[in-house]
T-cell receptor, first 112, second 115 residues
Framework: DTGVSQDPRHKITKRGQNVTFRCDPI?????LYWYRQTLGQGPEFLTY????????KSRLLSDRFSAERPKGSFSTLEIQRTEQGDSAMYLC??????????FGDGTRLSIL | AQSVTQPDIHITVSEGASLELRCNYS??????LFWYVQSPGQGLQLLLK????DTLVQGIKGFEAEFKRSQSSFNLRKPSVHWSDAAEYFC?????????????WGLGTSLGVNP
């Protein structure tokens, strides 16, 4: 069990640029979640995959955000035309069935 | 509405003192309850969970929590705090059935430990 891995750990970009984050879940986990966490807040749910199917998206996930999980393994979260308000920690979690979610260390996004 | 309330934004205790972090929830169905801990710049580590059965659950690092259905509470306790316990603590609630087990989180309680 190597844990949930997220890459990069930090991303600094200019407003208007596109960014992509990667999450590698624990290998046997079929469920994958993305959350966003801003300073002083708890995580907020963004989207959820069961295997390769994206089954739910939060209203927080505007049309500038897209997530994929090809082949039900790793997942990517892309943000197009970044805005100042996108600055946050993006957390990925995975689980097997209804078991508790295991979290990665997150990707911290800073928009200049 | 589904929500989690952690009334204390920040708590400071002395090393060796006991600790209780409060968590209240509002949830329509029978919840699955969690406490996670987050160190600065890190992800979230599961401390303990409650699904069913014994309402007093034991977790890692000497933590325990008690589920009180009548009070909609799931408070976290530790009898003797260590300096390494200084971190952010989050209470979360989720469904105990269904496919999407998305969690609803409190705002967190920041724990400081005085030597």
């Amino acid at each position: 069990d190597t844990g949930v891995s997220q890459d990069p750990r930090h991303k600094i970009t200019k407003r208007g640029q596109n960014v992509t984050f990667r999450c590698d879940p624990i290998s046997e986990h079929n469920r994958l979640y993305w959350y966003r966490q801003t300073l002083g807040q708890g995580p907020e749910f963004l989207t959820y995959f069961q295997n390769e199917a994206q089954l739910e998206k939060s209203r927080l996930l505007s049309d500038r955000f897209s997530a994929e999980r090809p082949k039900g393994s790793f997942s990517t979260l892309e943000i197009q035309r970044t805005e100042q308000g996108d600055s946050a920690m993006y957390l990925c979690a995975s689980s097997w069935g209804g078991e508790p979610q295991h979290f990665g260390d997150g990707t911290r996004l800073s928009i200049l | 509405a589904q929500s989690v309330t952690q009334p204390d934004i920040h708590i400071t205790v002395s090393e060796g003192a006991s600790l209780e972090l409060r968590c209240n929830y509002s949830y329509g169905a029978t919840p699955y309850l969690f406490w996670y801990v987050q160190s600065p710049g890190q992800g979230l580590q599961l401390l303990l969970k409650y699904f069913s059965g014994d309402t007093l659950v034991q977790g890692i690092k000497g933590f325990e929590a008690e589920f009180k259905r009548s009070q909609s509470s799931f408070n976290l306790r530790k009898p003797s705090v260590h300096w390494s316990d200084a971190a952010e603590y989050f209470c979360a609630v989720g469904p105990n059935a269904g496919n999407n087990r998305k969690l609803i989180w409190g705002l967190g309680t920041s724990l400081g430990v005085n030597p």
